[in-house]
């Protein structure tokens, strides 16, 4: 609870103390101060009122004795913290922008995303990407150096640029959710799940971007597929494919949450990649049952897919529904066009493919996608 | 205002006069869009790399100084001091420095905003940004 809240918070302290800083570490070093007074203040006293603003005070005091304690004050910075009036709007959008720069190799925006976004620890990182915590510290502290010698802006990016560096952000957080979904065993014993935080950014996003139709696509498609978890695996942590699953144990709610969130999205008229595979994720999580799923539509949404984003694991996922509809012998003589059969991968199983898809990007194959694909 | 310099890697090659005189268009037309908007600070085209000559000094200061014909050590006529596989060697590969504009801009988006419009970076080049040291102390 009280972690809950100074992890939540903290995270919108950091974002508002690096906008007026301009500086990562002295905004990191000033909230991890204020953090261990708000500890030791709260459980003592209790939690104020509003614990936010009262971080954001200790925090901006903090970090103006780490400025004064400099040889060399820094002016600017020094007048930033002054003049702020708390209770301003949201920072963190800002802070996502920049974490998710492209200039920034894809680890290090997921790191960073984690470390400054998210709150995670750099070895809650390390665990949960089995990597020794000294890779994650370096490669956070290589990119926080980027960041501030090439100058890249802490900012909302213009109009013009918005969609693509969008689309960036979302990526991140989709891979960030898509890494905890395969995660490996060894990263069970950690305090964070990288599916839930992927699940609390995408809500972040949808937050801070109202109006953003596939940030809510995001969100959709990540509940939805988060629905299934308790039926991924069976016993021995094998890969249980959606239709042989045990529906009674989907997280009904969540299914639920996702066809709402969707429904949102779609009202906006501007349908992309992550609102259509919500769709059909959301299809499948509607029928009551295997033999019940309605095929039709799905053949129609992975045609849309297809159309636009041209993926294997897209081709051979429409070849399924496609198989569904129109009977194999229509659907068979497209598998070849992939090499699907070559390869010794028959239909039906799309997961295999897509797990093997997913491995190749990861290329950190875990037990359970071996033993899925050594099946 | 920082700085940042745009390294033109290309490939060289033989180019007609045509060719060179739509080269030379190119970038005529982007300098002046940049000098324009007050961004160029500088930048120089270089000769051919087979005018260049690299200078090593072995066995630290004031040792002795070898030369080799190229833009890499051991290139051409040196000594090659490490054989590696194609792929790993820059020597092997025909992309080189071809020049370089400094650009003034207030950050890296801007930065790489005008990078793109550098006609080796849509004419099968690429351009590598970096910041120039001395720019955070402003």
Known sequence: ?375 | MPVYAALIYAEEGEATPEEWAAIMADHNEFSERAGAAGVVAGGEALQDSNTATTVHVQGGKGGEVIHTDGPFLGGRGGQKLERRTPAEDPAETKEVLGGFYLLKCQDLDEALSWAAQIPEAWNGGRIEVRPCIGFTQE
């Open chain 1, 1 to 375: 609870m009280l972690e809950d809240i100074l992890r939540d918070e903290g995270g919108r302290v950091l974002a508002t103390l690096i906008r007026l800083t301009g500086d990562i570490d002295l905004a990191e070093e000033a909230l991890q101060d204020a953090l261990v007074a708000a500890l030791q203040s709260w459980t003592r006293e209790g939690i104020p009122q509003n614990p936010g603003a009262w971080l954001t005070t200790v925090a901006r005091n903090r970090a103006l004795d780490h400025l004064r304690r400099e040889a060399k004050r820094r002016q600017k910075e020094t007048e930033a913290l002054l003049s702020f009036v708390p209770g301003h709007g949201d920072d963190r959008l800002q802070l996502i922008f920049t974490c998710c720069h492209p200039a920034l190799s894809l680890e290090a925006r997921v790191a960073l995303t984690l470390r400054l976004v998210a709150g995670l620890t750099t070895a809650d990182i390390g665990r949960l990407f089995l990597q020794p915590e000294t890779t994650v510290a370096q490669r956070i502290t290589r990119a926080k150096k980027k960041i501030s010698v090439a100058r890249i802006p802490y900012r909302i990016p213009s109009d013009h640029e918005l969609p693509d560096r969008m689309r960036g952000v979302l990526a991140v957080v989709y891979l960030i959710f898509t890494s905890g979904h395969h995660a490996h065993e060894g990263s069970l014993d950690s305090r964070f799940d990288l599916a839930e935080e992927g699940v609390r950014l995408g809500r972040m996003l949808v937050a801070l971007m109202p109006d953003d139709a596939e940030a809510h696509g995001l969100l959709a498609l990540m509940l939805s597929t988060h629905a299934r978890r308790r039926a991924r695996l069976d016993a021995h942590g094998n890969q249980v494919l959606t239709a042989h699953q045990d529906r009674s144990i989907w997280d009904l709610e969540a299914a639920a949450e996702a066809s709402r969130l969707l429904e949102r999205a779609l009202r906006r008229r501007r349908a992309g990649p992550y609102q259509i595979q919500a769709a059909i994720s959301c299809l499948h999580s509607l029928a009551p049952c295997d033999v019940e799923i309605d095929w039709p539509p799905i053949l129609a949404l992975y045609d849309l897919l297809s159309s636009r984003h041209p993926t294997p694991v897209v081709a051979v996922n429409r070849a399924v529904a496609l198989s569904k509809v129109a009977g194999p012998e229509v659907a068979l003589p497209l598998s070849s066009a992939f090499g699907a059969s070559k390869s010794g991968i028959s239909f039906g199983q799309p997961e295999r493919i897509s797990c093997a898809s997913l491995l190749a990007r990861k290329k950190l194959p875990t037990p359970t996608d071996r033993r899925l694909l050594s099946r």
